[in-house]
């Protein structure tokens, strides 16, 4: 495996790779900090592809001016282990400035992808104006470079998830995405690098979010479809957390609906605090 942080040194490594063995290429796009969710996109990845390409960038044009871009974890080291265990060909790790030009850190501006407002001004995007625009922007970026074949996302991120699918169609790049399943520890809570935020008593109280979800599907199980009861059963269990938003959508158009009907996801976003900080999580489940 070889850890690369210029982008035309991988550039001239895929194409040697390429010309030699042949075959897709399947890109892993991360921030870094892998826990079992990750693992297991790169290991649907190994399975899939000749070559695999993990990128590790934590991408500051996704991140508001008051989020946490700065204290995002960065454990290089152990990413770089996991990735060798897993068998990937390439670890991508450039360093802002291998992937932002000096207009972008003079102006903070650079090109963007800008998917429509109405799907990017909802849910997680209504809390964090622009970072979807900064998510399309560096997973487009992460194509044009890899020139990958497949790319894998997780099912947690539900909207981005989405949104990368719209923009993928919208720009006609033939690359063929790939949503894998939310990846839980045993007592259900979601695998996400900001886990590593919560004390104790956070973790426990951030519990409570895959509790809802999951007494929300047993009651729409049971023949309980009128969505404001579901979400009103929800809230009722997240008393203890700041709730950003409780909502059900299509899994077709991400509109919200009233009553589920067809394939639909509950989707969540809340805060919970740890020591000074509040820590946002999400989480979701289809119905
Ligand atoms: O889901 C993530 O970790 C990031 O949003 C992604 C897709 C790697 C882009 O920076």
């Known amino acids: 495996m070889k850890i690369i942080n210029k982008v035309e040194e991988l550039r001239l490594e895929i194409k040697k790779l390429?010309?030699?063995k042949q075959g897709h290429i399947g890109l892993v796009p991360t921030m870094g900090a892998l826990h079992n969710g990750h693992l297991s996109l790169i290991e649907k990845a190994r399975k899939e592809n000749e070559i695999v390409v993990v990128s590790v960038f934590v991408n500051p044009t996704q991140f508001g001016p008051n989020e946490d871009y700065d204290k995002y974890p960065r454990t290089l080291e152990a990413d770089s282990k996991l990735c060798e265990k897993a068998g990937v060909d390439f670890v991508f790790a450039p360093a802002p400035s291998d992937i932002y030009d000096e207009y972008y850190f003079k102006h903070k501006e650079t090109t963007l992808i800008c998917p429509p407002y109405?799907?990017?001004?909802?849910?997680?995007?209504?809390?964090r104006p622009g970072h979807f625009d900064g998510v399309c922007t560096i997973v487009a970026k992460l194509f044009n470079i890899t020139k990958c074949d497949r790319a894998y996302f997780g099912k947690k991120d539900a909207q981005q998830l989405f949104i990368i699918q719209k923009m993928v169609r919208d720009l006609n790049f033939d690359i063929e995405i790939?949503?894998?399943p939310i990846v839980r520890e045993a007592d259900n809570l979601a695998l996400s690098s900001r886990n590593t935020y919560l004390d104790d008593d956070?973790?426990?109280?951030?519990?409570?979010?895959?509790?809802?979800l999951f007494k929300v599907k047993e009651l729409c199980n049971n023949g309980i479809k009128d969505c404001a009861v579901l979400i009103d059963t929800a809230l009722a269990i997240m008393q203890n957390l700041e709730v950003e938003y409780t909502e059900i959508v299509s899994v077709d158009t991400f509109e919200k609906i009233n009553t589920v009907e067809g394939k639909a996801l509950m989707l969540?976003?809340?805060?919970v605090k740890s020591g000074d900080s509040r820590v946002r999580l999400i989480d979701n489940i289809e119905l």
């Open 202 to 212: 956070a973790r426990k109280t951030a519990l409570d979010i895959s509790k809802a």
């Open 18 to 20: 390429k010309s030699e």
């Open 268 to 271: 969540i976003a809340a805060r």
């Open 178 to 180: 790939i949503g894998c």
């Open 118 to 127: 109405d799907v990017v001004n909802k849910l997680c995007g209504k809390s």
